[in-house]
């Protein structure tokens, strides 16, 4: 399985923030950053990947809610699989990821 490794001094040079005393922009905390995040973060996720998003949950069939309320639905739209859903958060995998 192929790993994706940031050193600390690469997320510095991306204005990430790695600790509480950098916080990150207000902008970090919408749905449609979230989104924008992720289609930048897809094309360099191992084949078999597991992604969690936190703070995101399912109010109704259709409805997502929360920081994650448009990444997952692209997530499904690209074949990945539910596979742990609460309150707090949801468990997607890849299309690949069940597979032997």
């Not at 992720?38 to 399912?58: Q, S």
Request: glycine content about 4%; proline content about 8%; aromatic content about 6%.
């Amino acid at each position: 399985m192929r790993q994706l490794m940031i050193s600390s001094q690469k997320l510095l040079s991306l204005n990430c923030p790695v600790n509480q005393r950098q916080r990150p922009p207000l902008s970090w905390l919408t749905p449609e950053e979230h989104l924008s995040q992720l289609i930048a973060t897809v094309p360099h996720l191992a084949d078999k990947c597991i992604i969690i998003i936190d703070d995101t949950k399912l109010l109704d069939d259709l409805t997502w809610w929360g920081k994650g309320a448009l990444a997952v639905p692209f997530l499904l739209d690209i074949n990945y699989t539910i596979i742990a859903s609460s309150d707090d958060g949801v468990a997607l995998c890849s299309p690949s990821f069940l597979q032997p």
